[in-house]
């Protein structure tokens, strides 16, 4: 037996209708499920998307922050540096003996030796310095 063009044109109506009813029944369906996930996941992907806008706003206030205090912090070390230096020049200063006070062999001479050698010493500034000095 042999299928004429009407018969086959008739099974393939048949299997093309039972494919259509299962693609209407099975996979549509489904497709429509992964539709409403991946709208799902856009919302989700969205939400995050705004949370990471502001997690990043948020970061880079504190690396503004982080940056600022950086700067005072190197400056007040400078500034920390120079003070332990001062402090150190005057520890120097304090432990160095002074040349300020009169010498040993001035402070044995008599007084009136004393006040001569004085008078000596300020009339050689006065006449180095210009100065003229009121006489008595």
Known sequence: MSLTKD???AIETVVVNSINQAVDH???????????????????????????DEHTRILNEHSNRLRLLTDKVDDSSGKLQAIEADIRE???LIKAPSNLGPSKSFT???TNKKILALHAEVTALAKQ???VLPKN
């Open 90 to 92: 005057l520890y120097v």
């Open 7 to 9: 018969n086959l044109a």
């Open 26 to 52: 099975i996979v549509i369906p489904r497709f429509d499920e992964l539709d409403q996930q991946v709208d799902g996941l856009r919302v989700t992907l969205n939400d995050h998307g705004i949370v990471l």
């Open 108 to 110: 044995k001479l008599p």
């Open 129 to 131: 310095f210009g100065v």
